[in-house]
């Protein structure tokens, strides 16, 4: 089924509904949509987190500890 079928088929459908039912409707509906921009968002940040090269000089500096240093080993 295309997008616009279903569009098209849920706007019929939500004609249909009494007032107190479409407004349920359309909170979910925001509801959802906060859910895509949450994740949209949340890969804009992990994309630039992902390319940035504010640590890069983590990269070189030398190992502090070793597994030898840790006490109890599990």
């Not at 949450?38 to 890969?43: A, D, I, Q, S």
Request: glycine content about 2%.
């Amino acid at each position: 089924m295309s997008r616009e079928t279903l569009i098209q088929d849920t706007i019929v459908r939500l004609s249909k509904l009494p007032n107190e039912k479409l407004k349920e409707v359309s909170d979910f509906a925001e509801f959802l949509l906060g859910k895509v921009e949450k994740e949209v968002f949340n890969e804009g940040i992990l994309k630039v987190a992902a390319s940035s090269t504010s640590f890069k000089f983590l990269e070189e500096e030398e190992d502090l500890y070793t597994i030898e240093d840790v006490k109890e080993k599990y």
